[in-house]
């Protein structure tokens, strides 16, 4: 699967470009003596390009956010959502409306998880299969992780730890441990469907996979009463749609938020070193003059 920050459509590219231009607009307009004393300028031609590329090293990391917000609003898990932590399976293949994921396979049935690994680990439990079921382990900015089962490790059973930054416990040496940069993340499961007479098949196969958190496992393995979501009507959206309609200051104020709960990787340091000057990064914050004055006058991303 391309990084999301791959997908972003001609339209999506439109909307951007008017959303600078209303930026730059903005930022070069009065401020007062006190503005400047706090911040200094910097030339509309660099603060573009710097806008610019806060845009678009972040716009990966938002539109995940966004996918999690969107996907774990429910209360207990259902075919196409499930609260933190917990495993939903799609029953159905995918149709033209879909539109969680932006370009899904027609010929697989999905089973995907959002994790919060802040607290504790996970345990992971992949069946053995006969057939394509390939899982993908994506970090908050959409890199790939890990690829398990088919065309990577093996399609026999097998137990995972999934343990994010800040993890130092100690785990069974029978589980495989997966180690992810970032607090938040995605699983991604593909199994494919020969047709619709092989969808009880599958079924059966997604009943065998499991998700616990490692203090669960280690009390009663994957015998565990998951605890209840929460819904909230505000957070009932498809997610490109939300993410392209955000102002700029719900944007880079949600993209802070993230990033300081997902640190970027050290290899980001330049960039952040960059998009610092305009507020951008952890622990940063937007409360600058020019952003009060982008809230106030400009439009939407």
Known sequence: MQKLRSRITRNSRTTLALMLSLLITAIGCHQTDNDVAEEPQIPSGELWKIVEDAYTFTFPL??????????????????????VNQIFHAKRLARAESKLIVTPNVDTLYSQAFFDLSKDALVFRKPAVGRYCSVQLLDQYTNCIATLGTGSDTQDERLYLFSGPGFSGDAPEWLTRVNFPTNNAWMLIRTIVEDDEDLENVYAIQAEMKLVPLAAYLINEFDYDPPKGEYKAENDFVPIQHVLAMPPMEYFSFANELMAINPPAPEDSAMLERIAKIGVGPPSTLMRPYWATIQSRSGKL
């Open 62 to 83: 938002v539109m995940m956010g966004a996918t999690m917000q969107a996907s774990t609003n429910t209360e207990v898990a259902i075919t196409t959502q499930a609260p």
